[in-house]
């Protein structure tokens, strides 16, 4: 069986000038803070990654402070400041923020106060953009980057959260960017490693990683490739559509990162749809990552005012750059013959 990855939102297929900067950083024997040749040579890898990272993000002139994920970043940012959010944020910004802030149906969220405010840049489950207002305290960045343009030095946000594996680069590596004379206190202390503000010997090998996959994700924007992959996420949802007019398309409405599809058929569940696609060979999701597996309607759904039928039933479609036509149509075969297959057992 052919298989066809889907879940590019989850993790992104390792991009090989990650590969190649991560084999060849296995090679380079010193320690980032010693003093001596092979130290330097150890620093001067992490400090390319750290101004590819920074280019490809448009935060030149900014902090650049690698962490061990989005979530730890999460934790960096937002540990102790008593920021509010609201329902629609990943569950790594979520444990840190006080639920005061509310979406609208199409996962649009109102922030009253940004200083002391945060709002993710695109949802990992619907694709939904939001308007990042200036001054804006946090933001997770993490679906957005390298799929939309995106600057940090124009868009008035004050720290944002990135990963490496949703463009393409390692697992187990993320960052904070923040705007400079931002204070930060470390969470993890020590040696007083990422100036200062995360301690520990930097993982040398994903943060090469990291940056040739930043550096390859930007080159890909400019380049017009997410333009191709919205078209197939455009072709996919109108044939879903023809197939299946009680097919709800979350978020469809507003504007969304170019790769991602959000559709719930009422009273079908998401994870039964997500396995029946296993079994045909189709790697899907019926949430974010960190929440796929547990039996539980969407927050987020649910946050934008859909009901339990609606935000127990959805699931994700997400392309990639490397997704084929070919694959696309295939999944739309697979599924809507599930679908009738449904539709004959419930008659």
């Given at each position: ?115 002391r405010s945060v709002l993710q840049a695109a949802n990992s489950e619907t694709g939904v ?164 597996g547990k039996v539980r309607a969407s927050r ?48």
């Amino acid at each position: 069986m052919d298989r066809a990855y889907l879940d590019w939102n989850a993790t992104a297929p390792l991009r090989p000038e990650a590969r190649e900067a991560m084999i060849a950083a296995m090679d380079v024997v010193g320690n980032p803070s010693s003093v001596h040749a092979e130290g330097r040579a150890a620093k001067a890898l992490v400090e390319k990654a750290r101004a590819q990272v920074a280019a490809a993000f448009g935060a030149d002139g900014a902090d650049v402070i690698f962490t061990s994920s989005a979530t730890e970043a999460a934790a960096l940012a937002l540990a102790g400041r008593g920021l509010v959010g609201s329902a629609v944020e990943h569950d790594a910004v979520a444990a840190w923020v006080a639920e005061q802030l509310s979406a609208d149906r199409d996962g649009r969220v109102d922030v009253a106060d940004p200083g002391r405010s945060v709002l993710q840049a695109a949802n990992s489950e619907t694709g939904v953009l939001q308007d990042l207002p200036d001054g804006l305290a946090v933001t997770d960045a993490t679906q957005a980057f390298g799929k939309v343009p995106f600057a940090f030095n124009w868009c008035g946000v004050e720290m944002a959260l990135i990963s490496a594996h949703k463009i393409g680069g390692p697992k187990g590596v993320g960052a904070l960017v923040v705007r400079r004379g931002t204070d930060v206190p470390a969470q993890i202390k020590g040696g007083g490693q990422e100036m200062g503000r995360r301690s520990g010997t930097e993982n040398i090998i994903g943060v090469a990683g990291f940056g040739a996959a930043a550096e390859a994700a930007a080159r890909d924007l400019s380049d017009g490739v997410w333009a191709k992959v919205e078209k197939l996420r455009n072709i996919l949802e109108k044939a879903l559509e023809e197939s299946a007019k009680e097919t709800i398309f979350v978020g469809k409405g507003a504007q969304r990162i170019p790769n991602t599809s959000c559709f719930a058929t009422p009273g079908w569940k998401g994870e039964t749809q997500v396995m029946q696609m296993d079994l045909a060979g189709f790697s899907v999701s019926a949430g974010s990552a960190c929440s796929s597996g547990k039996v539980r309607a969407s927050r987020v759904l649910m946050a934008m005012g859909y009901d339990d039928s609606v935000a127990s039933s959805a699931i994700r479609v997400s392309l990639g750059p490397t997704t084929t036509e070919e694959q696309v149509m295939r999944f739309v075969d697979a599924w809507t013959s599930a679908y009738a297959r449904r539709k004959t057992r419930v008659a």
